[in-house]
């Protein structure tokens, strides 16, 4: 079981909401603070460990430079991404570049930065060293196919479209030596928001046999092994998180008897989570605009699937918890739907509720990772506000909401009339 919490009291909330209006995003820096020194700590008992904030989970600088100040480097796979870690003041090895179909200016930021470059083809050396010229560190994206199984939101290794084969992955490397490249590392990012440990815990072991086998075969000695992100957080009250302690123990287990035991070792193990960082410390508030019954009772909030496409796009749950309502009977079933003109909308399906009324708040858990981050400008929506609870109580506002402006900023009006005037 997963207690749904708020970061501070409802009457709190209620002030900011007076102070900024509905819908917003709201982030607690103690909570995610406390979460990445557990995260740390978990897996202190390997040599080198690193966790690489994975920046498309929430890629607000503010929440990365709280991250920073913890120990973490940024995960990026863009060249906005890039931009995001270099205005934090990251560079060098704590950035990983893990991109895919990658546009070379996206290769030039990221050696620029000095970045840690882990290709997803074989294709991607040769063109790498083409326009850049290739880094004296380098990393492959490996990807097991069949050997291993995924999960929902991220597919079959097999049909993913990611990474390299095995056989791949020597090749590369052999090929990577021959054209210069001292240092090297592996990468893999195989499942998303899976709860079960132990697949973390194949990964790893997946991965130090297989750096045992570089070692074998190329006599090849890497100096990290990334084992990506995907630990999943319980969006479901019913839900229990992933025993980090358990995980970073056994982690810390296998990588003696199959790191350091065959003097591979010392190498740094990473690891590139976004959701399990922030996401439970990620609240989305928002306001009750309308009611309607027709066949079913509807619930229309002030948020759409602009601020969170998570439901929409996965099915996926989100706990709700309504202010003021402590006590009252969930004896309602509601749709709860945003205002976006696709029926798939919606926050919550036959979800019961106490009753409601317009002007309720409503409280959108785990919002903090994969939330405001997917939004998107369909059906001319414009993403909310995000603010930040910080550790000394105050909330301040880290991204405004987007404005018509924004919305109209790509197109030129200036010749528009001409066009229909002859
Ligand atoms: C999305 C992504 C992550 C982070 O995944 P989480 O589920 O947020 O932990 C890490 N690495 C890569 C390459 C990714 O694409």
């Not at 990577?176 to 072991?205: C, Q």
């Not at 019954?293 to 969170?308: E, N």
Request: net charge negative; charged share 25%.
């Amino acid at each position: 079981m997963t207690e749904k919490i708020l970061p501070l009291s409802e009457e709190k909330l209620r002030a900011a909401v007076e102070k900024f209006g509905t819908p917003f995003h709201l982030y607690d820096e103690q909570g995610i603070r406390l979460n990445m020194r557990r995260l740390l700590r978990a897996f202190s008992g390997l040599p080198d460990f690193k966790e690489y904030f994975s920046v498309k989970a929430a890629p607000n600088p503010y929440l990365m430079q709280i991250l920073c100040t913890e120990g973490a480097g940024a995960d990026c796979s863009s060249l906005p991404e890039l931009i995001l870690a270099e205005k934090v003041g990251l560079r060098g090895s704590e950035i990983v570049f893990s991109s895919n179909d990658t546009p070379a200016e996206e290769y030039r930021k990221a050696m620029e930065l000095g970045a840690l470059i882990n290709l997803d083809d074989l294709s991607h050396l040769p063109f790498l060293r083409e326009i850049c010229g290739l880094p004296e560190i380098i990393s492959f994206r490996y990807n097991p196919g069949p050997a291993r199984q995924g999960n929902a939101i991220i597919g079959r290794p097999e049909e993913a479209k990611y990474g390299v084969s095995k056989e791949q992955l020597f090749a590369g490397f052999e090929q990577a030596r021959a054209w210069g490249v001292k240092r090297f590392g592996i990468h893999t990012m195989l499942i998303s928001n899976e709860l079960n440990p132990d697949y973390f815990i194949d990964t790893a072991r997946m991965m130090f046999e297989l750096a045992g086998e570089l070692f074998a075969a190329l006599g090849l000695r890497l100096e990290f092994i990334n084992l990506g992100g995907g630990v999943g957080i319980p969006y479901r009250p019913e839900e229990n998180p992933v025993d980090l302690e358990y995980l970073g123990r056994a982690t810390a287990d296998l990588y003696a008897e199959l790191i350091a035991g065959p003097g591979l070792g010392p190498l740094r193990v990473a690891l590139e989570c976004g959701r399990m960082v922030t996401g439970p410390f990620g609240w989305l508030v928002t306001t009750v605009r309308h009611k309607k019954d027709i066949y079913k009772q509807y619930i229309g909030l002030d948020a759409c699937m602009a601020d969170l496409m998570r439901p929409a796009l996965y099915g996926a749950y989100h706990h709700i918890t309504p202010l003021g309502k402590t006590g009252a009977p969930y004896d309602r079933i509601y749709d709860v739907t945003g205002s976006l003109c696709e029926n798939n909308d919606k926050f919550a399906v036959d979800r019961p509720l106490p009753f409601l009324e317009r002007g309720d708040i409503l409280v959108v858990h785990d919002t903090g990772a994969h939330g405001h981050a997917m939004g998107f400008n369909y059906n001319g929506k414009l993403r909310s506000k995000e603010l930040l609870l910080g550790s000394d109580g105050e909330i301040r506002q880290i991204r405004r909401a987007e404005t018509l402006d924004d919305y109209f900023a790509t197109l030129d009006f200036t010749s528009t009339p001409s066009l229909f005037s002859t």
